[in-house]
């Protein structure tokens, strides 16, 4: 062995020998003082069955399968009661087609009673296959009001009698419902079943997930478009004793140290919480994209995201009069000038040239960032289709002003040509 290895070796041997030394020091500390020690030590807690400790803070009751047994509650949202400013009542009255458009045809013609509105709240915000779904909450739409079933585990083991419930209970759905659950819900729980050695009940129900619908009406106006920051900005809710969604993955590995079930309440009313909140965002959501002249959105960014989705399916009329309708509901001065330039593009699609040509001379006499752009779409016009060249030069030449570019300078230089060859010959 050389020096150095032989040096390395010895000092790792007195490091460990000291950390060794530290571990004795400590042993006899707490050796020397046993009535301090059961001071400190938690109250053991007695020894009873897993569903009591459940059952003294929330109805509810253990549900025996060929898998196990679980814990299970459910709650009634009457129909006459308000989740912010959204009327409950209104969920049973949506029409039957509602997802069709914003699915591309892919979600079927059905009650919404055959709606299925999932959430889940796990061990863990990573996924993979060390995270559990410890609760599974699925709300349905009924006569009497909104229902959210929540399927509980008590410890993991009771995780194959979950699944094997929730395989039952989503029997009765025909369309998924979630918010971000194509990403994280749906793979989550179907790792779960493949765990259990069981098929995933996925397949044959269609997924519709918010989530980027909400992004695209809302992300022009929110800086997040999370479930509780749309809850809070459109809805108008404030949530009272919640718990934050990266603090609960925690309070449940608490309680399986502990059986304290009063910590649990928060994790199954925000579980709750979100669902009902992904309820009631589905009559917003996608009736925007379904019925646009309807659509209950109330701000002029929120009709400009809506005008942008309409316009990558293709929906242009549509989308043009939404652009038109966010003018008339007011804009932040970039968001203006945008929208101007997107309802002069539009307008020249649509083949209406001269409402087009007007709305690029008005952007022209902006000074925005689009003035130089609308400059060059009049230059090109004065171009090709007028032949006034020096028309176009002089509308080349105020872009170059705004935004020098060598494609501009080009284009000025091919039009001094085209001007100078269009002159008649001097005179001898």
């Known amino acids: 062995m050389s020096k150095e290895k032989a040096k390395v070796v010895e000092n790792l041997h007195e490091q460990l020998a000291?950390?060794?030394?530290?571990?004795?020091?400590?042993?006899?500390?707490?050796?020397?003082?046993?009535?301090?020690?059961?001071?400190?030590a938690p109250p053991a807690q007695p020894d009873r069955p897993l569903h009591s400790f459940l059952e003294e803070c929330m109805s509810g009751e253990v549900i025996e399968t060929p898998c196990g047994a679980h814990f299970e509650t459910e709650k009634l949202y009457p129909r006459h009661r308000r989740h912010g400013s959204m009327d409950l009542s209104i969920l049973a009255a949506l029409p039957e087609d509602l997802l069709e458009a914003m699915s591309e045809g892919a979600a079927p013609r059905c009650h919404p009673g055959r709606w299925a509105f999932l959430d889940t709240e796990t061990t863990g915000l990573a996924g993979g296959t060390g995270t559990y779904a410890f609760l599974v909450g699925v709300g349905r739409i009924t006569p009497e009001g909104f229902r959210v079933r929540q399927f509980f585990m008590r410890d993991l083991c009771e995780e194959h009698s979950l699944l094997w419930r929730l395989e039952q209970h989503l029997a009765d759905f025909d369309v998924l419902i979630t918010y971000n659950g194509k990403v994280y819900d749906e793979p989550l729980l179907e790792t779960r079943f493949r765990m259990a050695r069981r098929r995933p009940p996925f397949a044959r129900l269609v997924h519709v997930d918010l989530l980027y619908g909400a992004r695209r009406l809302w992300r022009l106006r929110l800086e997040s478009c999370r479930l509780l920051d749309l809850e809070s900005q459109i809805l108008g809710v404030e949530r009272e004793g919640d718990l934050p969604g990266e603090l609960i993955p925690y309070v449940y590995f608490d309680y399986l140290r502990t059986r304290q079930a009063f910590r649990l309440v928060p994790v199954f009313y925000h579980n709750a919480t979100d669902i009902v909140t992904l309820a009631c965002l589905a009559?917003?959501?996608?009736l925007a994209f379904r019925s646009p002249d309807s659509a209950p959105l109330h701000h002029g960014a929120d009709w400009v995201g809506l005008a942008r989705w309409l316009l990558k399916a293709e929906r242009r009329e549509e989308a043009l009069a939404?652009?038109?309708?966010?003018?008339?509901?007011?804009?932040?001065?970039?968001?203006?000038?945008?929208?101007?330039?997107?309802?002069?593009?539009?307008?020249?699609?649509?083949?209406?040239?001269?409402?087009?040509?007007?709305?690029?001379?008005d952007l022209a006499q902006t000074g925005s960032r689009y003035a130089a752009a609308a400059l060059v779409e009049l230059a090109k016009h004065e171009e090709h289709r007028e032949r006034n060249y020096a028309r176009a030069l002089e509308r080349t030449r105020a872009a170059l002003?705004?935004?020098?570019?060598?494609?501009l300078r080009r284009r000025a230089a091919r039009l001094e040509r085209r001007l100078a060859r269009a002159l008649p010959p001097p005179l001898l």
Do not use: C, H, N
Not at 283 to 286: D, T
Not at 401 to 407: G, I
């Open 283 to 286: 009559g917003i959501v996608p």
């Open 18 to 40: 000291l950390l060794r030394r530290r571990i004795q020091r400590i042993d006899r500390k707490y050796a020397s003082a046993p009535a301090a020690r059961e001071r400190r």
């Open 401 to 407: 002003e705004l935004a020098p570019s060598a494609d």
């Open 322 to 361: 939404m652009l038109r309708r966010a003018l008339e509901r007011g804009l932040s001065d970039e968001l203006l000038f945008r929208t101007l330039w997107e309802i002069a593009l539009l307008e020249k699609k649509l083949g209406r040239l001269a409402t087009a040509l007007a709305a690029f001379e």
